[in-house]
């Protein structure tokens, strides 16, 4: 690790003096970019973070939102969300297993530092092409990962999306959102509230595990990462932290906790001088007092070491004990640090008396300050950085001759949009008795009884989208988010993001960096969703490239009950089928930009209109997915109606349709691969109410009725498609039998 010359520059000027080799390399670690944002914090005041609902914004551990009043819950108190999102992506790729683990272990920790317990995970992954072995080593190390943890704290992995493109081969992306639940009277923030508490270290042992790792996910993945950089990898212990989460629940439920922050980049450090600059204060800690579970460690290994499931608390002195014995119940370790003082953040170390916790005030005298500087510079004063961008070049028209079988066939069964069920079995989603929906659907839905409402969950982002164009890409994928909680009769409430790029001292690539954030923001503020947190990720390119600008969003909605729309249709019912907002379809302009059809076939074409009010078909589909003449409604996004038709069907209950031609279109098979969001299909048995609620605010299309004939017949134009359940069943297990 080392210092850049022009931020040491810096340093050496506000100290007056050169730094210790501790606080070079602390301050290397906060002022990386994955700390201090350095490359995107200019971007982000383009998000709309504000509104009624939001009681905490950006800047927290997890943002946190009132649930609207519904007045038919079990208690008469305000019910609060707390929503995170995080990226574990270069410790994915060195070791996928644990990578992935421990950043479901980061997530559910920031969660617990507002005071909340953890009721949801979210993940999104992206990885390189399907058909190679590597990404198919990491996608099994990853998923492990993720189900082992997640499984073993007992927080349910309801809802997630998986994608794979050639430009992940280098550098995998994981990023995982938790859901939290508290409420005004449990909050608890990382400001630091008054000098004089105490700072109490709980959890495990500090080893030497994640040394580095702010600045190591800041840095390009070289071609010997796998190897070199291991020792910047954490290691998880998920039950240590499924008793870090209940002794934090006995910690808020009796009010002994003033602030907390947790143990994550640039570990101790990091958290505790976060912790005290927030609340304009300073600390006083003493190193050696730290438990560990390694003989010999010296002082810049136990400030910086991210070894995993360690929270640092404030604590007013007459609870510290109290806090001791908590923690002893619970066979955790327990370790009173220091303290918050006015003055400078200082940490003292005594190699000679590591693990001695006596309190001599001598001993203290004799200790050397290996940190003594400002803790608002340190977490604030990095310079951001002004960098160039280019816009990336449109792709040129190219669209491939093909034959309408062999293209459905090949869309439905590529491993972006095929079934995701071997992922999503491995995770326990019923945990906690509060998943009514589960994964596979459009969006998850948990029962918030405390609200007496249904939470719905979306999450995922598109590369091929943004690949295609970052921001109409990124819009879209908001768009769809919103698509999917509304398709479960949910109204949108909140959302966090998750930006990944490559390095950003690239012209090309923070140009579309810049593109995703933009796009994003726009569409998330017309669809009046607050974006209250987030995290960035850049820096995810390797010998093989920079990966493609990926915005992952998680969006979520509430609704009154629990209950939902399906998402096949039910012949029982009859009705007929809709399909809402194809705009792109009544003006026969359709662009196949973005599409998995042009992915499959190599083809190039501009992106597709996005609807012209997308906040009122959201509203409207939210409306009529409530309505009980309603049976099944399902979105239109990724592969297009080929891929959403194909999902609606079962053994039971098949779907006669034919789609209208595509009016100016070259190729009226163009109406079943394009992919502008904002539409769903909705079987209904009352057709005229839809098209008079989409009255002014989308096209409505009729396509046809369920049959009870388990099988898919689908007219194009002057062609016919047919495919039973059961072969199309076959089509989706691409991933399933990929990897057996």
């Known amino acids: 690790m080392s210092l850049a010359d022009s931020d040491r520059e810096l340093v050496v000027s506000e100290l007056e003096r050169e730094p210790t080799p501790a606080e070079a390399a602390l301050f290397e670690n906060l002022w990386s970019e994955h700390c201090a ?28 939102v009132a649930l609207p009043d519904a007045g038919d819950g079990e208690s008469d108190e305000r019910t609060y969300i707390t929503m995170g999102i995080e990226s574990h992506n270069h410790p994915s790729y060195v070791d996928p297993f644990d990578g992935a683990a421990t950043g479901v272990g980061g997530i559910v920790r920031d969660t617990l530092s507002m005071g909340a317990y953890p009721i949801a ?5 992206y990885f390189g092409a399907f058909e190679r072995e590597h990404s198919k080593y990491l996608f099994e190390g990853v998923v492990e990962g993720i189900s082992h943890y997640g499984n073993c704290i007992g927080v349910p992995t309801v809802a997630g999306s998986v994608d794979f493109h ?51 996910a ?145 001993d203290s005298a004799s200790r050397e300050a290996v940190v003594d500087v400002d803790a608002e510079f340190l977490g604030e004063g990095a310079p951001m950085n002004d960098l160039p961008a280019t816009e990336p070049a449109e792709p040129e028209s ?75 890409g990124a819009r879209a994928i908001a768009l769809e988010n919103a698509t999917n909680v509304a398709a479960k009769g949910a109204t949108p409430l909140a959302a966090v ?26 569409m998330c503020e017309t669809l009046s969703t607050p974006v209250v947190g987030g995290n960035v990720s850049l820096y995810n390119d390797s010998v093989a490239g920079p990966i493609p600008p990926t915005p992952t969003l998680a969006l979520v909605g509430t609704k009154a009950g629990y209950d939902a729309p399906a998402l096949s249709v ?83 209950a098949g779907l006669a349709v034919t789609i209208p031609e595509a009016g100016s279109s070259d190729d009226c098979a163009d109406a079943l691969f394009h992919e502008q969001p904002g539409r769903a299909l909705i079987q209904t048995t009352a057709p005229d109410d839809v098209r008079d609620a989409f009255e002014g605010v989308a096209p409505v299309v009729s396509l046809g009725a369920p049959t009870d004939e388990g099988a898919l017949e689908c007219t194009v134009g002057d062609r016919t498609l047919s495919r039973t359940a059961s072969e199309i069943r076959s089509l989706r297990s691409t991933i399933e039998d990929g990897l057996e």
């Open 398 to 472: 190219d669209r491939p001759e093909t034959d309408l079988e062999a293209a459905f066939d090949a869309v439905v069964s590529s491993p972006n949009t095929a079934s995701k069920r071997w992922v999503y079995r491995q995770y326990d989603h019923e945990v906690g008795i509060r998943t009514t929906v589960g994964p596979g659907d459009d969006a998850a839905i948990i029962a918030v009884r405390e609200a007496g409402q249904g939470l719905a969950i979306s999450t995922g982002g598109a590369p091929n989208w943004t690949s295609a164009a970052p921001v109409d």
């Open 121 to 125: 995970l979210a993940d999104s992954l």
């Open 218 to 362: 800041s840095e390009d993945l070289a071609e010997d990462a796998e190897t070199e950089d291991r020792p910047a990898v954490q290691v998880g212990d998920p039950y240590a932290e499924k008793l870090l989460i209940e002794a934090n629940e006995v910690f808020v439920d009796e009010g002994l906790i003033e602030s907390a922050r947790d143990l994550g980049a640039a570990g101790l450090g990091g958290a505790s001088s976060e912790l005290v600059a927030k609340g304009g204060l300073g600390a006083h800690i003493e190193l050696d007092r730290v438990h560990q579970r390694e003989p010999n460690m010296n002082a810049l290994e136990i400030l910086l070491a991210e070894s995993q499931e360690r929270m640092c608390y404030e604590v007013e002195p007459d609870n510290v004990e109290r806090v001791a014995a908590i923690a002893d119940r619970f066979d955790l370790g327990c370790s009173v640090i220091g303290e918050v003082t006015d003055g400078n953040y200082v940490c003292t170390f005594d190699g000679s008396e590591t693990g001695d916790d006596s309190s001599d005030e001598d």
């Open 166 to 216: 050639p430009d992940y081969e280098g550098n995998p992306l994981v990023n995982v959102a938790c859901v939290g639940l508290t409420n005004e009277e449990r909050l608890v923030t990382a400001l630091a509230q008054e000098p004089g508490n105490k700072l109490v270290l709980v959890g495990n042992a500090t080893g030497r595990d994640g040394l580095g790792g702010a600045s190591f």
């Open 570 to 652: 039910d012949a029982t019912a009859g009705g007929e089928l809709l399909l809402i907002g194809d705009s792109a379809l009544e003006a026969g302009e359709i662009g196949l930009g973005g599409s998995e059809y042009l992915a499959q076939f190599d083809g190039g074409d501009r992106f597709p209109a996005l609807p012209e009010r997308p906040a009122a078909i959201i509203e409207t589909l939210t409306s009529v997915a409530n309505a009980d003449e309603t049976i099944a409604v399902h979105d239109v996004s990724h592969g297009g109606l080929a891929v959403a038709l194909a999902e609606m069907i079962s053994d039971d």
């Open 37 to 64: 944002y350095r490359s995107s914090r200019p971007l982000l005041s383009a998000f709309e973070s504000e509104g009624e609902q939001v009681v905490i914004g950006p800047g927290d551990d997890a943002a946190v």
């Open 497 to 522: 993001d998750c930006l990944n790029g490559g390095n950003p001292e690239k012209p090309d690539v923070y140009g579309g960096f810049t593109g995703i954030v933009d796009g994003l923001a726009e």
